[in-house]
């Protein structure tokens, strides 16, 4: 008896592969769709920013915090000798008690604080991931709370004589804090000029 050579061997139904792909895709397409409508939601304004501030370069010029002080006016005070262990890191800005402080870059502040030789301060992280310091405020910005992202101009507080500066003229110490530590912002807010 003889038989029919088979001729099914060679053909596949792809029916089931296609249909899998198809899926795969969509709900590949509605996850992105949704990923990027989330982003853009307020709710993610501080990972958004968080994000946009670590890929930016640091910055190579700021404006001055503390309202009508112009650049030429501040002290190099930076590395001063503070006591007897430690140096001055950072700047001080003397005006009038209650002269409004600004933030210097956008950022997201990271903490609102009272206590140590700062006084009453904040934390602001800027682009590269510096921290900004302003510190013996003599009271917060109303509102100002932690995960707040500010822009350059935004009121952080206002001048005062907090912390160790407690009976020294009002001023505010601001410092930036890079990878390798704190650094004089003195330069960058004469390059604002």
Do not use: C
């Not at 249909?19 to 304004?45: C, D, K, N, Y």
Request: charged share 20%; no cysteine.
């Amino acid at each position: 008896m003889m038989t029919e050579p088979d001729t099914t061997l060679g053909t596949r139904d792809y029916t089931t592969a296609v249909r899998g792909l198809v899926v795969a895709v969509l709900v590949l397409a509605i996850a992105a769709a949704f990923a990027h409508w989330a982003w853009q939601q307020p709710f993610m304004a501080r990972p958004r920013a968080l994000w946009e501030l670590s890929r930016l370069p640091p910055p190579t010029a700021l404006p001055v915090p503390v309202a009508g002080v112009r650049a030429s006016r501040i002290g190099e005070t930076f590395g001063a000798p503070r006591g007897r262990d430690r140096s001055h890191a950072g700047i001080d800005i003397f005006a009038a008690r209650g002269t409004p402080v600004t933030s210097t870059t956008r950022g997201v502040v990271v903490s609102i604080r009272e206590g140590g030789l700062g006084g009453k301060q904040v934390w602001v992280l800027g682009p590269a991931a510096q921290r900004h310091y302003y510190a013996h405020l003599d009271a917060w910005a109303d509102g100002l709370r932690e995960g707040d992202v500010v822009q350059a101009g935004d009121a952080l507080g206002i001048v005062g004589d907090t912390g160790n500066a407690r009976g020294t003229p009002p001023h505010l110490h601001y410092g930036i804090y890079g990878s390798q530590g704190a650094y004089d912002p003195l330069p960058l807010l004469r390059a604002a000029r």
